[in-house]
C-alpha cells in the first residue's frame, strides 16, 4: 500500500453549540485514509455532510472535533493552496473577469509568479479544449464549457490534491458524461489525489477507485466500495455487467438513507444546513 | 434578442406616442385651456428662444443650477462610496452602523429644509447641501447591498485559493458590488436633483428658483414651462452621464454582444 495523502481521524462537525435547538452533528466521528494518486468518491444523501468532509479536508472549516492531516501536515481550519485546490460548481467563475482573468487570479492567489500565468492558465485551457475562449467571459459560454474552464482553472493551479464539491451539479446528464470521461483521462495523466463529492451513483461507479458511502445526519461512513479498473476509463466500463452491479450495490445501500433523510426533512427540527 | 426590424419597429411606434401626446398637448393648449395657466408646445418653444435664451441672468441661473447639482452629485458620489465600503466591509461593521444609515434615510428630508437653510444661507451652499444630503443615502445603501449580496460560493472559492482578506475584497466584493454601485448612482443622481431643485424653489435670490416662481406668481406660464424644460435637460444629460459610465466601467458589460450571440448558438 503506497503512502496516504489524506489522513482523516475521528472528525466530527457540529453546527451551533451542543445542546441548542438548532444544533446540526453534521459529521459524526470519521476516519478515512486517501491514498496518494487515489481518487475517491464521497457519495450520500443531500444533506448527510459530504461538503462538510470537503470542506474540512481543504481547511474551509475548523472540524469540532478531530484531526485531518494532508500530506503529512495538520489542516485545521485554514487552506492550503500550494497543496490543495478545490472545483466547485461552474458558477465559481468570477463573472466579471474574463476566462483568462480568471486564471490569473486564481494563480495570484496561489502566489504563483506573474511571468508563469499565462504559460499555464493556456496550457489548462488547451487540455479542456478551451483556449480559443480565453478572452471570452463566464456568461458568454455555455454550462458545460463553464465547467471545463473551472475544471481546468482548478488543474492549472498544479496541485497534488484536488476537491471536487459537486462539480457537475447544474450540468444535464450527456454534459456530465462526457465531462466524466475527460476528467478520467486529464486526471489518470496528472496522478493527483482527488476527492470527489456528488450524489450521482454513474459518476461515482464511473470515476472512483473507492467509494466512500455515507449515511444520512449525523453523516458517518456507512460503507466503502472498492471499484477495481485502471484508469483512463473508457465510455465501455459503463456497459460491463460490474458497473451495474456496483451501481445497484451503491443504490441499496443508500435507498434507507435517502428515505430517512426525507423523513428528517418533514420535520423542521432537523432540516437545514 | 430582439430582431433589428423589431426594434426599430419599437422605435417608430415610441415617437408616433410622443408626437401624439405633443399634437394633444398643442390642440388643447391654443383652443381650450386658460392662457393663464397653460401653454401650448409652440408657445413653451417660442418663450425659451424669446423670454429665455436672450436673458443672461436666467442662463446665469441655469448655468449655476448646473454646478449646483455637480458639486452635490461629486460630494455624494466620494462620500457615499467612502461610507458605503466602511459600513458594508465586514458583517460586523453594518450591523453596528447600517440602522444609522437607514434610520437617517427615513427621515423625511423636505422637513429639514428651513433648517438646511438656517445653517447655509440663502446661496448655493444650502442648495449643494441639500442636494447631498438627497444623493448620498442611496449610494450607501446599495454599495452597502452590493458587498452583501456576495455569493458565499464566490468567497470560498477564493479563500481556497488562498486569497488574503485585502484580495478578497479587492478581486471578488469590490467588483461584485460595481452594478449595485451603479444603481446607487442612478438613483442618487436623481435625489441630488430633486434636493438641488426643491431647495431653490424654496427660497432663491436670482436662482432657477427664483425665476420660477416669478413666472408662476405673474400667470406667466410660457416661459415657466420653457425652465421647467431647461431643468428636464439637465437632469436627462445627468443621467446619460452616469448611464454611459456604467456602460464603460461595469465589467462585463465591456464585451461585444456579438461574440456573445456566436458562442452561444
Redesign the interface.
Known amino acids: 500500500m503506497s503512502e496516504s495523502a489524506i489522513s482523516i481521524r475521528n472528525v466530527s462537525q457540529r453546527y451551533g453549540d451542543a445542546g441548542a435547538p438548532d444544533s446540526v452533528l453534521a459529521l459524526d466521528d470519521i476516519s478515512l485514509e486517501v491514498r496518494k494518486g487515489e481518487f475517491v468518491c464521497l457519495l450520500g444523501p443531500s444533506g448527510c455532510g459530504k461538503s462538510t468532509l470537503l ?1 474540512v479536508i ?3 472549516f475548523k472540524p469540532t472535533s478531530g484531526t485531518c492531516h494532508v500530506a503529512g501536515r495538520l489542516v485545521d481550519g485554514s ?1 492550503h ?2 497543496k ?3 472545483v ?2 461552474e ?2 467563475l ?5 476566462i483568462i482573468e480568471n486564471f490569473r ?2 494563480l ?4 504563483i509568479p506573474q511571468s508563469e500565468w499565462d504559460d499555464r492558465a493556456m496550457q489548462a485551457l488547451k487540455a479542456v479544449g478551451m483556449s480559443s ?1 480565453a478572452s ?2 463566464p ?4 454550462v458545460g ?1 463553464r465547467q471545463r474552464v473551472n475544471m481546468a482553472r482548478g488543474i492549472c ?1 498544479e496541485t497534488d490534491i484536488l476537491l471536487m464539491d459537486e462539480p457537475f451539479a447544474a450540468l444535464d446528464e450527456q454534459t456530465r458524461m462526457v465531462l466524466g470521461e475527460d476528467l478520467s483521462q486529464l486526471l489518470a495523466a496528472t496522478g493527483k489525489t482527488i476527492v470527489f463529492v456528488t450524489h450521482s451513483l454513474a459518476e461515482a461507479v464511473f470515476l472512483s477507485d473507492r467509494i466512500v458511502v455515507m449515511s444520512a445526519r449525523p453523516g458517518k461512513i456507512k460503507t466503502i466500495i472498492d471499484v477495481n479498473e485502471a484508469h483512463p476509463r473508457s465510455p465501455d466500463f459503463m456497459l460491463e455487467p460490474r458497473f451495474s452491479e456496483l451501481r445497484n450495490e451503491c443504490y441499496a445501500l443508500l435507498r434507507d438513507e435517502i428515505r430517512s433523510t426525507m423523513a428528517a426533512q418533514r420535520d423542521p427540527q432537523s432540516a437545514g444546513a | 434578442m430582439m430582431s433589428s426590424s423589431r426594434s426599430s419597429l419599437a422605435f417608430w411606434l415610441r415617437l408616433v406616442l410622443v408626437a401624439f401626446i405633443f399634437a394633444a398637448l398643442e390642440i388643447y393648449g391654443r383652443f381650450y385651456a386658460d392662457p393663464a395657466f397653460m401653454s401650448p408646445p409652440s408657445g413653451i418653444f417660442r418663450a425659451f428662444v424669446e423670454r429665455i435664451l436672450p436673458e443672461p441672468k436666467i442662463i446665469e441661473a441655469l448655468f449655476l443650477c448646473v454646478l449646483q447639482i455637480a458639486a452635490a452629485y461629486g460630494l455624494s458620489i466620494l462620500f457615499g462610496t467612502l461610507t458605503g465600503l466602511l459600513v458594508g466591509a465586514t458583517s460586523f461593521s453594518r450591523s453596528a452602523f447600517f440602522p444609522i444609515v437607514l434610520l437617517l434615510f427615513a427621515i423625511p428630508q423636505v422637513s429639514l429644509l428651513p433648517l438646511v437653510i438656517l445653517f447655509f444661507g440663502l446661496g448655493p451652499a444650502a442648495k449643494i447641501a441639500f442636494g447631498f444630503s438627497h444623493g448620498v443615502f442611496p449610494i450607501i445603501m446599495n454599495v452597502v447591498a452590493g458587498m452583501r449580496d456576495v ?1 458565499e ?2 468567497l ?8 488574503s482578506r485585502s ?1 478578497t475584497i479587492r ?2 466584493i469590490l ?2 458590488a ?1 452594478p449595485s454601485l451603479f444603481t446607487g448612482l442612478r438613483l442618487g443622481m436623481t435625489m441630488t436633483l430633486l434636493g438641488v431643485i426643491l431647495a431653490e424653489l424654496y427660497v432663491s435670490t436670482g436662482g432657477v428658483g427664483y425665476y420660477t416662481r416669478l413666472f408662476a406668481e405673474n400667470y406667466n406660464p410660457a416661459p415657466l414651462f420653457a425652465l421647467i424644460g431647461c431643468l428636464a435637460v439637465i437632469a436627462i444629460l445627468f443621467n446619460e452621464l452616469v448611464r454611459l459610465a456604467e456602460k464603460r466601467l461595469t ?2 458589460l465591456r ?1 461585444s454582444a456579438a ?2 450571440n456566436l ?2 448558438e
Open positions: 470542506n481543504g481547511g474551509l487552506p493552496p500550494d490543495i485546490a478545490f466547485f460548481q458558477s465559481t468570477f463573472p466579471w473577469y474574463s487570479i486564481a495570484k492567489f496561489q502566489g475562449f471570452h467571459y456568461d458568454q459560454l455555455s464549457m493551479v | 455569493k460560493l464566490h470560498r472559492a477564493a479563500r481556497s485559493m488562498g486569497a484580495e478581486h471578488v467588483p461584485h460595481v465589467p462585463g464585451r461574440l456573445t458562442v452561444k
